[in-house]
Each structure stands twice: as C-alpha cells, then as structure tokens.
C-alpha cells in the first residue's frame, strides 16, 4: 500500500514538473537555512592538538593505565587448552550455521577429542633409528638377550614403598595433592633410560623386527608416564594416554615373549645367574597365562 502511493506521488511530482500547463493553488515558501559559521577548536597550550581531542586521549590513557600493560598473545599449549579452543571454534561454528540444536555438546566434544587425539601419538621408530649388527650368530643372539635383559635390571628403580604407577596417580588424584606425582620420577627416569640404551644395542639382523617394537613400546610407555605427571596442568593428555596405558604395557610384555620365542627358536638358554634368564621366564609366563 504503502509502495503503491510513493509510486503515485513521484509519477505525479514527474507530470506536474514536465506539464507546460499552470498548476494554480497555494504555493509553499520554505525559507533558507541560515548560514553556518565555523567555529575554530580550542587549542589552549597551542600543541597543534585541539583541547577536545587532549581530553579524549586523556581519559584513553587513564583508563590503560588502570588495565595496565596488554600481554601478549600465548597460543594454547597443552592439548587440553587446545581441546578447549577447538571445542569453542565447533561451538560456535555450529551455532552459526543453526546446526547447534542436533549436535550436542558430548558430540563437539567427542569431535574435538578425536581431531586432538592425533597429538597424542607417539613417534614412530624405523630401522634408522636403531643398530643392526652383522653377525646373525648364536653368541650374537645369547650377547643380545643378556643386554637388553640387563638394560632393564640396571636401570630399574625403586618407589616409595614399591607403589605402582597407577596407584601413585590414582593417590594423587584422590588426595588432589600434586606433589605425589613426585614418586613417578623414578619409573619415568627407567622408561628413558630402557629407551634410550636399547637403541644403541647391536641387534642380530633376524631380532630387527622384534627389537624395533621393543623401542617403541618403551617410548610409548614413557610417554604414557610423563602424561601422568603433568595430570594437574594438562588433564586432557593425562586421560587419553592413561586410556591407552594397559594396551602398551600389554604390548611390551608381547615383545619380550616374541624375543623369548626367538632367542628359543635358536636354541639360546640362560643360566639362572644370567641376566637373559628374564626373558624366559616371561615366556613361561604367557604360555601359563594362554592356557589358563
């Protein structure tokens, strides 16, 4: 209605200006607007800077002066900072796009875990990483399972109390007491230590396989621990490697028993006094294990 009688008055205004007939009636005079005067800002201490614009800045610095210094930007660090960005960046992406009201909050959420899990994996090492010998001998296998036998045994340390891992977190925990976590450190420091050394044994070129997976489980398992330590600053990390921590320590139990079985198959034997003596024993134990 209201289009239609615009239309009416401007096709109306547009005869009446082309007409070359008189339009009589009465005539309307708008009278002119006075003239403006410009009126030159103050500038009192004759800065070049008018006094308006002096008090605004003023009151700019005043007010960061009472905020104080701006920092600067730190980007998120630990997974569960980034875990909370990217769940606030689905959030709002979805809100945007009106796709909040069928995604919920535990799904953003599982999406969010999924996509940062990634950063959770460990490094994976490869032939280049480790020392392949030559020599495929018996003398080389009996050598190899003495050494990584006696890796574990020497660097092994004792807790406090001989308390297990999981116990010294689930403590800590309970008792929101982060200062427990401080009797992971010797487990952590035999983890690296079990990673670090077996990495520089010669290994008999038919053990490459099996001693490959045996670093890599130690350096899972020490990333496992070094998660649980930091449980109280990035939880997020904490949750997704203690999930996986049974299956890894699962694993390197499958490894030792897989090396057992090589070291078998080639006809090595160890003394009750020999430090390979370990590995047969944990075969004995998997087999007992599987029958039952």
Request: charged share 25%.
């Amino acid at each position: 209605m209201a289009l239609g009688v615009g239309i009416i008055l401007v096709t109306g205004a547009f005869y009446v200006g082309a007409s070359d007939e008189t339009v009589e009636g009465d005539i309307t005079v708008v009278a002119k607007p006075p003239e403006r005067t410009y009126i030159a800002p103050q500038d009192s201490d004759g800065d070049g800077i008018s006094d308006w614009a002096e008090e605004l800045l003023n009151d700019r610095e005043a007010i960061s002066e009472e905020l104080g210094p701006e920092e600067p930007y730190v980007p998120p660090s630990t997974l569960t900072q980034k875990f909370s960005v990217k769940f606030f960046q689905d959030y709002l992406y979805s809100k945007g796009f009106g796709g909040y009201d069928t995604e919920t909050k535990e799904e953003l959420a599982k999406k969010a875990v999924e996509v940062l899990g990634n950063e959770a994996r460990d490094n994976v090492y490869t032939i280049d990483d480790i020392v392949i010998g030559l020599d495929d001998s018996p003398a080389a296998f009996h050598q190899y399972g003495n050494r990584i036998a006696e890796i574990i045994i020497e660097s092994s340390q004792p807790t406090k109390n001989n308390v297990a891992e999981m116990d010294i977190l689930e403590q800590a925990m309970e008792t929101k007491n982060q200062a427990k976590l401080v009797e992971l450190d010797p487990i952590i420091e035999a983890y690296r230590q079990y990673f670090e050394q077996t990495k520089l044994v010669p290994v008999p070129p038919s053990l490459v396989q099996q001693h490959i997976d045996l670093v890599n489980v130690y350096n899972a398992i020490l990333n496992d621990l070094l998660a649980m330590r930091v449980v109280f600053e990035d939880p997020l990390l904490a949750l997704l490697r203690v999930k996986r921590y049974p299956d890894d320590v699962g694993g390197m139990v499958y490894v030792y028993y897989n090396i057992d079985r090589v070291l078998r198959r080639e006809g090595i034997t160890y003394g009750d006094d020999e430090p390979g003596a370990l590995f047969q024993g944990v075969g004995v134990l998997r087999e007992m294990i599987q029958k039952n």
